[in-house]
């Protein structure tokens, strides 16, 4: 688990948009870990964490698009089932806000990336790193968890 500079890129929600920013980036060889696109009426929202903020902001400016930095965690995770649900559940219990997260699609070695934007980084940092980011210790049993917190609206808990 580590903090990184997420970067935000705000532009006009046509056709060619997204590909303009993407080809560009790709053209300056600059990796991406993980992105969400969010849409409204007329403008869309790209987040993405770069392997390279300089050359990423560098390119950015060359295409003229309104962007922002922001601190992120950047936590791998198991790409498995209850992976993301274990770390919302961690920093739940601690009262650490998700403001938002997205996940990479899977990884190397069966890892994938979770993005988080918290209200409290330096908390959420302290308690995900006691406990190993997202997967029980050896031996260990994570206590089950409460099904009624996971049935969809409209059904009944068993």
Known sequence: MQTTKQISVSFENKPGRLANVLTALAREKI????????????????????????????????????????????????????ALAHVCEQMAAEHVNIDYCYCSAGGPNGKTVGIFK??????????????????????????????????PRGSVAR
């Open 31 to 82: 990796n991406i870990a993980a992105l969400s696109v969010m849409d409204s009426h007329e403008h869309s929202v790209l987040r993405f964490v770069p392997n390279d903020v300089a050359r990423t902001l560098q390119a950015l400016k060359g295409l003229s698009v309104e962007y922002t930095e922001t601190d992120v965690l950047l936590i791998e995770l198991r790409n498995q089932p209850g």
């Open 118 to 151: 918290v209200t409290n980084a330096d908390r959420a940092m302290k308690l995900l790193g006691q406990g190993g980011n997202n997967s029980a210790r050896r031996g260990e049993r994570r206590p089950p968890r409460d099904r009624r917190t996971y049935q």
